[in-house]
């Protein structure tokens, strides 16, 4: 459940309920300092955030909302961790709320629920005085000196610099509320309160973290990944990404982007001077990622450069690839070494999957320009044909990360390495492609409109699925077996079902 508590200003259900726990959350300074309409605004949408958050775990909840507080009310066994990863967060406790009418009534509660975390202990008391202070009749060094006193038969000794054990207590009208350990939070401003925008990302230590550096800003994301690394590279990026999307993005729902560079590639080594290859490849990059913004309404790119790191991210260098798009281009990582962006990736989890992703690239020369002209660019980019990426943008490849199942894709129960003799096969590549080759008999279907359609499928059919490199197949083929339907994937995408083909005496592409 999702409604409102009254558990934070009626202490008296805690009784009632021993089986849930109170969470005390606060507010980042971003959000308290804002004047009072967009403090509401940004407040609404941390609502909606922390609400995604706990739905992604199960369980019931309650949400409620104070001028200066969240409180959420859960199960006791429910993990808080992923509270702490909402954007806007400072900080979060579990909590004890107790009804006050004295300084009494607060030392009398402060001990009961505080002697014995502190026995023979060092120990310290903070208290704070939280909303309108005129209803609070006393200070909070009052509650300090006050409860202080009172644990001193119960603990070893005071101790205000280094205590072993912080009894920490907040006071609004009537209630306090006490904890002794807190959680920080990220803090900065809730995701989606700051817009849109598409970042360019590859998979490696650098962009992940970029993305990460703008979410945590409110800027809600989605990626677009310029692939030159085949089948291995997608996976190995859609797994960096989807880490960041199921731990990172409550509130939103990212979506990945994947474009073939491969013909875009040979296209421009074809027509361009080896030592511009790189700084060529990066405009293109930024038109398409600049396509795919204006799909979506973004209002600029994140990329994960930082001056000097390689010869494309010199300063001359950054300003001409920068002038490919119109769009601003934000680089949180500019100024960065990389072993921060490591020690970051670590931080937010994403390190152990992005040191398994090898660099990627068909196009490396011996001696690529640091200090390119614009125009010497331009010139080179006139010989290029940039129908090519305009169809690689087309024919792209969307997934919805956070209801992606990566896990899905190897699994033996839904891949078939044959194709059965009345099973209906559905083509899952462009128009395009599939025009260019399917194999005979197959169905074309658009990935995007066979996540839509497939609910309405013969249940009495059988279907084999195919793509280029089994990624998506492996995805509806999980999505439709899961929905009652007789579904398989062909494993190891087109090439897989190219070389089967070949093996029947069927008509085989060149690949």
């Known amino acids: 459940m999702n409604e409102l508590s009254d558990r934070a200003t009626n202490p008296d259900r805690a009784k009632e309920r021993p089986d849930e726990q109170l969470v005390l959350l606060r507010f980042s300074g971003d959000i308290t300092t804002k004047a009072h309409a967009t403090r509401r605004r940004f407040l609404q949408r941390m609502a ?52 006050w009418q004295t300084l009494d009534d607060v030392v009398e509660a402060g001990v009961a629920l505080s002697r014995d975390a502190v026995r023979d202990k060092r120990y310290a008391v903070r208290a704070k005085r939280v909303g309108d202070r005129r209803h609070i009749p006393f200070l909070s060094g009052d509650v300090e000196r006050a409860l202080g006193a009172a644990l001193a038969p119960h603990a070893g000794r005071v ?90 993005a409550y509130g939103s729902r990212p979506r990945f982007h994947a474009i073939e560079f491969d013909e875009v590639t040979r296209a421009l080594k074809a027509a361009v001077a080896p030592r511009y290859w790189q700084v060529v490849l990066k405009r293109l990059m930024l038109r398409a990622a600049e396509a795919v913004a204006a799909e979506s309404n973004a209002a600029a790119i994140v990329t994960g450069e930082a001056v000097g790191q390689v010869s494309s991210q ?19 990582l500019v100024g960065f070494n990389k072993e921060e962006i490591i020690a970051l990736a670590r931080d937010i989890g994403t390190h152990d999957l992005s040191k398994l992703v090898a660099e990627y690239c068909a196009i490396v020369p011996s001696r690529p320009a640091t200090h390119a002209r614009l125009a010497d660019i331009e010139a080179e980019e006139k010989a ?47 128009k395009a492609a599939f025009q260019g080759w399917h194999y005979p008999d197959a169905l074309f279907l658009d990935f995007s409109r066979a996540l839509e359609l497939y609910p309405k499928f013969d249940p009495s059919q059988s279907y084999v699925l195919y793509c280029e490199f089994g990624l998506k197949s492996a995805h509806l083929a999980e999505l439709m077996c899961r929905g009652g339907l007789q579904a398989r994937h062909f494993a190891g995408g087109l090439k897989a079902l190219v070389a089967y083909a070949a093996t029947r005496g069927l008509p085989t592409p060149e690949l």
């Open 159 to 248: 101790d205000l610099r280094n205590p072993e054990v912080t009894v920490r207590l907040e006071l609004t009208e009537g209630l306090a509320y006490f904890f002794h350990q807190s959680t920080p939070g990220r803090g900065g401003l809730p995701l989606g309160c700051q817009g849109r925008a598409v970042a360019l990302v590859s998979g490696g230590f650098d962009s992940p973290v970029a993305t990460w550096q703008l979410m945590k800003r409110g800027v809600a994301l989605d990626y677009v990944f310029c692939n030159l690394g085949g089948r291995d590279h997608q996976l190995e990026t859609l797994r960096v990404m989807k880490r960041i999307a199921d731990r990172w």
């Open 48 to 99: 909606r955030n922390l609400k995604d958050a706990l739905e992604s775990q199960g369980g019931e909840f309650r949400l409620e909302r104070t001028h200066d507080r969240f409180f959420v009310e859960l199960e006791r066994s429910a993990d808080v961790e992923s509270l702490a990863r909402v954007f806007g967060v400072q900080s979060l406790a579990r909590v004890e709320a107790r009804a």
């Open 384 to 430: 290029l044909d940039l129908r090519v990426l305009e169809r690689a943008i087309v024919e792209r490849s969307v997934f919805d990360l956070r209801g992606l199942d990566l896990d899905a894709i190897d699994r033996l129960d839904i891949q078939t390495d044959h194709v059965p003799e009345h099973g209906t096969v559905i083509d899952l590549r462009s």
């Open 314 to 332: 010199t300063l001359q260098n950054l300003a001409v690839i920068s002038s490919a798009t119109s769009l601003t281009i934000l680089r949180p």
